[in-house]
């Protein structure tokens, strides 16, 4: 395997200034095949995915669950990466796939884009979570071979929490492969809201999905 065969999806939604650096990214890191499936984007995301040199758009109902569902269907390779608009793959990211013999699947180490040391607490809070629990996050970028997503139905399409109802279903085929990668994601929630405030945030979803609280209720109170 070769990174030509594997396909990059991307949902966006009004990703106007991101787009185009995670399609670059995916370029460089050698995908021929990037997908871009877009929830209605009310600004210019897939006029600049279509120049940037996106093989694929795919126009579908808003949901990131759907959404990477839609763009899934048109993947050709043997496997998937989903990339957020906001995150980067590192250029050796595909290379490190296909050194794993017989991938799962897995995520990758991540480098959150600001110099502060509290990020780097996250980033390897966030990996361990990966390695110890076998949950894997969006912000991740998830990778599967093809076949396995196609046999466990790919994502839940639920509004919010898609990456955790995955991960639960996908660490009982096999543990999560954690690659050095990394991939640089944007800091912008917390820089939005604070560290430790987004942080607890989103302990508190993830805790309250864990007892039964309904995905749509959590996407209201995440947007």
């Known amino acids: 395997m070769n990174p030509s065969d594997i396909s990059v999806v991307i949902p966006t939604l009004n990703e106007a200034a991101t787009i185009e650096n995670a399609i670059r990214s995916a370029t460089r890191a050698g995908a021929t095949e990037v997908i871009v499936c877009d929830g209605g984007s009310q600004d210019e995301t897939t006029s600049i995915a279509s120049d940037t040199g996106a093989t694929k758009i795919i126009r579908s109902i808003p949901g990131r669950g759907i959404q990477l569902n839609a763009g899934a269907v048109f993947a050709s390779r043997e496997v998937v990466l989903f990339l957020h608009a906001d995150n980067l793959l590192g250029e050796s990211c595909l290379q490190q796939i296909c050194e794993i013999p017989n991938v799962v699947w897995g995520v990758f180490k ?67 492969v954690l690659l050095t990668g990394p991939i640089t994601i944007s800091p912008r929630r917390w820089e939005q809201r604070g560290i430790v405030g987004q942080t607890l945030r989103n302990w508190n979803l993830q805790c309250r999905y864990r007892l ?5 209720q959590l996407a209201k109170q995440y947007r």
């Open 110 to 176: 991540q480098h959150i884009d600001h110099p502060r040391f509290a990020y780097r607490l996250i980033e390897k809070g966030n990996a361990a979570r990966v390695r110890f629990r076998g949950m894997a996050f969006g912000d991740q970028a998830i990778f599967v071979r093809r076949q396995i997503y196609k046999e466990v139905d790919g994502f839940e399409e639920i509004e919010l929490m898609e990456d955790v109802a995955f991960s639960r279903i996908m660490r009982k085929i096999a543990k999560p």
């Open 212 to 216: 039964g609280a309904s995905p749509r």
